[in-house]
């Protein structure tokens, strides 16, 4: 069984374009998180969601927004895509916030192309 | 700012050979720290994490990692390297009291066979 799934794998789409990802983790974690990871491989923290509330926003632009409609999910929506949105998006989850003594575990990732 | 390094983006070794990646961190206060792995086109998986106690942590597939707070530092080792290692390998800390879950930038690993 999977334990953070994420779709779509791969997303390909035009520049100014509207997208969404989604996140459901099958853990009974109270905590899911967005991280981008670059071409080089670096992993970024975006956002994250203690039951479905915000407790980590970093300085992402306004055009990324979460939405956790329950704490099983947490969708990434993206409105008018740029060429540096393309990179590839994983989602975690954890049991407790990120100061708890807790790991993370990790989605499959979602590739995002943006031509 | 509270940061995270790896000291190797690249290492290239045989098989058997023995590796030491390196890791450290520039919090002041407790912290949990991780290594993680992502096998190419994979997502993150957990090697192994340090809580507290034995600072010697033994993780999954023969590899292990030291936490030496004085220099803080959780270095990953293992003993002998194999061509399905070829990964890259993240370090990861988080501060017990804060939120913040930082990794490091990576490093990748390439066993040649």
């Known amino acids: 069984d999977t334990a953070v799934s994420q779709t779509p794998k791969y997303l390909v789409t035009q520049m100014g374009n509207d997208k969404s990802i989604k996140c459901e983790q099958n853990?009974?974690?109270?905590?899911m998180y967005w991280y981008k990871q670059d071409s080089k491989k670096f992993l970024k923290i975006m956002f994250s969601y203690n039951n479905k509330e915000l407790i980590i926003n970093e300085t992402v632009p306004n055009r990324f927004s979460p939405k956790s409609p329950d704490k099983a999910h947490l969708n990434l929506h993206i409105n008018s895509l740029e060429l540096g949105d393309s990179a590839v998006y994983f989602c975690a989850s954890s049991q407790g916030l990120a100061r708890s003594y807790n790991e993370q575990f990790f989605g499959p990732g979602t590739r995002l192309t943006v031509l | 700012a509270q940061s995270v390094s790896q000291h190797n983006h690249h290492v290239i070794l045989s098989e058997a050979a023995s590796l030491e990646l390196g890791c450290n961190y520039s919090?002041?206060?407790?912290?949990?720290l991780f290594w993680y792995v992502q096998y190419p086109g994979q997502h993150l998986q957990l090697l192994l994490k340090y809580f507290s106690g034995d600072p010697l942590v033994k993780g999954i597939k023969g590899f292990e990692a030291e936490f030496i707070k004085s220099k803080f530092s959780f270095n990953l080792r293992k003993p002998s390297v194999q061509w399905s290692d070829t990964a890259e390998y993240f370090c990861?800390?988080?501060?017990?009291?804060?939120?913040?879950?930082?990794f490091g930038p990576g490093t990748r690993l390439s066993v040649l066979p």
């Open positions: 853990l009974g974690h109270d905590t």
């Open positions: 990861a800390v988080n501060e017990v009291y804060g939120q913040n879950f930082v």
């Open positions: 919090y002041g206060g407790t912290v949990n």
